[in-house]
């Protein structure tokens, strides 16, 4: 059924005409006018106009509200202020409508004719459902904005806030500074469920930005979908947040404030560029491009701007145009400038890197995009480029790598040099002074970067910003009053705290001056970012300053970068303005202290007994004497361990220092306090026992197998022990693998024969060192504890009447929950002259493992080479008789039972 309001629209047509009633009544006959005497002739009545007959463009179709259930009519109604007669030449019958949350996609719009979504034309584009900020010229339609003193104002000053608003600046719109609070709003009527979407740019801290929603009864949204503290952004970056809507009437807020805190610097303004509601009803025409702007193909959601040096003074257009020789224009500009004559402002003068003949040449460039003329008269010439001068050397910490390089590179780990000269080695005992220096500015060191960042399009005479100057780096010339030139170098970090000092982990200094003209209010900001925890303001200038030196102490040892950023004026402009070329920062010089990364241009002394792991060692088996500063040498007969007072620790009974100094060992060759002296050499390298079979708890037979090292190889043990389990096929490795291995005087693996599909192999597991350093060599009886003597009697045989044993103890540094001391291993050499080779080694007789208490072992190597030399004590000489006169002798050993000597 239709409702009865599209029936009275209908009836309303049938006289075609809107406020008049359908039909017409024809215009009564003139009356002849009375003739007086005395009165002038009447003026002649012009004939009645007629009512033109109604056409198609006298009428267009409207949606009437939305019903309970969502839906709408479409009715044909007449044109405002048109008159015409007879019925509407097309279709005034009412139909039904989309329903009221349709909308057309991007680049559509909506037909109410045929009541379908068609392609926006040429020179036109449309977001389909929604609603498009990109250009602020001027406030917006359906935009307010609202300006008071700041809830949070701590200066003792009275803010006049009358005239501190947001201000459309072509490109972007801004909200007001200092500590005012400004507040821009708009109302959306969404026909279905939304989102407004801004594009933002926000760097100062020190102000407060929030967005908010509140529905047609004035209620904020107070949940994190509708109510936003948006995050603060880098210099120059824009970023992007979203706020959902509900169908209905939303108001949005972008709300700023400034905290002053009463200092001088003003809070940096809140950029936004653009803003998208989406959800509103749908487009019934398509939105004209901007001047400035184009679009050559149908169905666009959004224009392109004209390219540079191309211009389009009209909207809604399908292309841009070129501008003549003489002239110039920005990207996207409705209008073409003439090109002014060249100034010294326009050109910059640099330097070429350093050529193989160490050579810099001086550069002069115009600013691009190049935008004067210089074939006019006034304009000035581009001075000549490619004069020759001598570089500078290499900054402090670094050097060419090569004779033929032409770059500085820091120098390698543990070397240093001043510039001037080649990396060096640091001598023993020193540290490499590790820091950043830069005094020379003909590179731009690896470790910095420098950036120009602009609201404008052509704010920034190039993307660098900064130019280097060969002895110093300035902000550079070309560049908008408002742009920021930004200068960061990074370093890794800090090499802990430095000694003698409250916190301190290192000095950055750096000397510097500003040209800034008279009312410029230019100022520099020296600012430092930890990693993880944001960036701050360490210092600023404002107005010219003259050559000074500043340094800051840095109280952490994380990475960090730190940034110098210059503005001309804190003005923020609608367009590129450049009423303050010339001034500028220098930077001269950039020291950081006590670096992770960097180069070295010194070493300096290592502190006394310094653990610090950057200290370049003393050569192996040296150390550093605290009395000269240098390394020494432990003298013969002595090993070094830095753990004792005297690192020089005299090596025990019967043993000797090695080469180096690093330890003391047997070297085969014995004397006892007797005098007797032992030649062991036949018993180097590494010799094996094995212990009696056993079996575990679930019958497998396995048994203990000992290598010995005795002496020899300067101290290194040669006995090996290893882990093959994983080496054996079937049990989870692979052929060959190896697993944990163990090297030292003497060691332990524990042996199980096994057999493989018929073919017998043996694991050797659970390696274990019993002696990693020969303690001492003594002669059991003579010199030994009572301890040591009872220990031999109860273990083994006691030796022979006139025979002692050698003793050698070692010990394992290894400490374990059972022998916290770590493992201790004595093996008693016995001179057994009836031994042929190296002997045969026996393990205690009540021991058959090798230990008693798991912590001490105990081995007797009964062996001919543990009998002293003999000397002429073991002989007696017995002369004969004469015989033909000479006489004859005898010589016998004193031994009559056994030998103890061989």
């Given at each position: 059924m239709i409702p009865s309001k599209v029936v009275v629209l209908v009836l309303m047509l049938t006289g075609a005409v809107r406020g008049q009633t359908p039909t017409q009544t024809p215009p009564a006959a003139p009356q002849e006018p009375t003739q007086a005497p005395a009165a002038p002739p009447e003026p002649t009545q012009p004939p009645a106009e007629v009512t033109p007959k109604c056409t198609a463009d006298d009428f267009h179709y409207e949606y009437t509200e939305c019903d309970s259930s969502g839906g709408r009519w479409r009715v044909l109604v007449p044109n405002v202020g048109n008159t015409c007669q007879g019925n509407p030449p097309m279709d005034a019958t009412p139909k039904r409508g989309k329903e009221c949350s349709f909308s057309c996609g991007s680049g559509e719009f909506f037909n109410i004719d045929s009541q379908t979504c068609e392609k926006c034309p040429q020179g036109t584009y449309s977001l389909g459902g929604g609603v498009l900020f990109d250009h602020w010229e001027s406030l917006p339609g359906g935009f307010t904005t609202t300006a008071e003193v700041g809830d949070y104002s701590y200066s003792a000053k009275v803010t006049n806030c009358s005239q501190v608003t947001w201000e459309a600046k072509g490109d972007f719109i801004a909200s007001g500074s200092g500590d005012c609070t400004t507040t821009l709003v708009y109302a959306a009527n969404l026909k279905k469920a939304g989102k407004v979407s801004f594009t933002y740019q926000y760097i100062d801290d020190n102000t407060i930005f929030h967005v908010y929603v509140q529905n047609d009864q004035c209620q904020t949204m107070m949940d994190s979908d509708n109510n936003k503290w948006p995050d603060t952004t880098e210099e120059g970056k824009w970023k992007e947040e979203s706020i959902d809507l509900t169908s209905g009437n939303n108001v949005i807020y972008w709300k700023t404030t400034g905290l002053s805190f009463g200092n001088e610097r003003k809070p940096k303004p809140v950029f936004i560029k653009k803003i998208t509601i989406e959800g509103v009803a749908y487009t019934s025409e398509c939105t004209k491009c901007p001047p400035g702007f184009f679009t050559n193909r149908p169905g666009q959601a959004e224009c392109r701007m004209c390219d540079e040096n191309w211009h389009q003074p009209q909207a809604g257009q399908t292309r841009c145009n070129a501008c003549n020789k003489h002239q110039y224009a920005e990207p996207g500009s409705p209008q073409c400038k003439p090109r002014p004559p060249c100034t010294e402002k326009d050109y910059f003068q640099t330097h070429t890197p350093c050529d193989e003949e160490k050579k810099t040449q001086v550069m002069y460039k115009w600013i691009e995009p190049k935008i004067c003329r210089d074939d006019v008269n006034n304009a000035v010439k581009l001075p000549a480029s490619g004069a020759k001068e001598d570089c500078p050397p290499c900054n402090p910490g670094m050097a060419l790598p090569n004779s033929t390089a032409t770059v500085c590179e820091f120098c390698p780990q543990n070397m240093f040099s001043e510039g001037e000269t080649p990396c060096a080695n640091c001598p023993p005992n020193t540290e490499p002074n590790y820091s950043h220096q830069y005094k020379w500015w003909n590179a731009l060191p690896e470790t910095m970067e420098m950036t120009c960042i602009s609201v404008h399009v052509r704010g920034c005479a190039s993307t660098k910003g900064w130019e280097l100057a060969g002895e110093h780096i300035h902000s550079g010339v070309g560049n908008a009053d408002d742009a920021y030139l930004v200068l960061a170098l990074r370093t890794e970090g800090f090499r802990g705290q430095i000694p003698g000092t409250t916190g301190e982990f290192g000095r950055i200094t750096f000397v510097f001056d500003t040209?800034?003209?008279?009312?410029?209010?230019?100022?520099?900001?020296?600012?430092?970012?930890?990693?993880?925890?944001?960036?701050?303001?360490?210092?600023?200038?404002?107005?010219?300053?003259?050559?000074?030196?500043?340094?800051?102490?840095?109280?952490?040892?994380?990475?960090?970068?730190?940034?110098?950023?210059?503005?001309?004026?804190?003005?923020?402009?609608?367009?590129?303005?450049?009423?303050?070329?010339?001034?500028?920062?220098?930077?001269?010089?950039?020291?950081?202290?006590?670096?992770?990364?960097?180069?070295?241009?010194?070493?300096?002394?290592?502190?006394?007994?310094?653990?610090?792991?950057?200290?370049?060692?003393?050569?192996?088996?040296?150390?550093?004497?605290?009395?000269?500063?240098?390394?020494?040498?432990?003298?013969?007969?002595?090993?070094?361990?830095?753990?004792?007072?005297?690192?020089?620790?005299?090596?025990?009974?019967?043993?000797?220092?090695?080469?180096?100094?690093?330890?003391?060992?047997?070297?085969?060759?014995?004397?006892?306090?007797?005098?007797?002296?032992?030649?062991?050499?036949?018993?180097?390298?590494?010799?094996?026992?094995?212990?009696?079979?056993?079996?575990?708890?679930m019958g497998t037979r396995y048994f203990y197998q000992f290598n010995i090292s005795l002496c020899g190889n300067n101290g290194i043990g040669e006995a090996e022990c290893l882990d093959n389990i994983t080496a054996v096929e079937g049990q989870g490795g692979r052929q060959g693998e190896v697993g944990d291995k163990v090297k030292g005087m003497i060691c332990r693996s524990t042996i199980i024969p096994t057999t493989n599909h018929g073919i017998a192999q043996v694991i050797s597991a659970q390696p274990d060192s019993l002696g990693d350093r020969l303690m001492n060599v003594t002669l059991a009886g003579t010199n030994n504890t009572d301890l040591a003597m009872a220990q031999l009697t109860d273990l083994f045989d006691p030796d022979k009447a006139g025979i002692h044993d050698l003793m050698f103890e070692m010990q394992s540094e290894k400490a374990t929950m059972a022998c916290p001391e770590g493992r201790r291993s004595v093996i008693y050499l016995r001179c057994d002259y009836t031994q042929t080779d190296e002997g045969k080694i026996e393990l205690p007789r009540n021991c058959p493992t090798g230990t008693c208490t798991g912590c001490d072992f105990h081995f007797l190597w009964n062996t001919r080479y543990a009998c002293p030399l003999c000397t002429e004590n073991d002989y007696m000489s017995i002369e004969g008789q004469c015989k033909d006169g000479k006489q004859t002798t005898q010589f016998l050993w004193k031994q009559n039972e056994y030998r103890t000597c061989r």
């Open positions: 040209l800034c003209s008279a009312g410029s209010g230019c100022q520099l900001f020296f600012m430092q970012e930890i990693e993880g925890r944001g960036t701050k303001v360490i210092e600023s200038w404002t107005g010219a300053q003259t050559k000074q030196q500043y340094s800051f102490v840095i109280g952490a040892e994380d990475a960090m970068t730190f940034t110098w950023a210059f503005q001309k004026t804190d003005e923020v402009f609608g367009e590129n303005q450049q009423n303050f070329p010339n001034d500028m920062a220098r930077i001269y010089e950039i020291h950081i202290t006590n670096t992770k990364d960097g180069g070295a241009s010194s070493c300096k002394a290592c502190p006394q007994g310094s653990q610090n792991s950057e200290c370049i060692p003393c050569a192996k088996g040296y150390f550093a004497n605290p009395e000269t500063n240098k390394c020494e040498q432990c003298p013969e007969g002595t090993y070094l361990n830095f753990g004792a007072e005297d690192p020089c620790v005299p090596c025990s009974e019967g043993t000797v220092s090695n080469e180096d100094r690093t330890a003391c060992y047997s070297d085969c060759t014995v004397t006892d306090v007797h005098g007797h002296t032992y030649d062991l050499n036949g018993l180097k390298g590494f010799h094996s026992v094995q212990s009696a079979p056993t079996f575990t708890a």
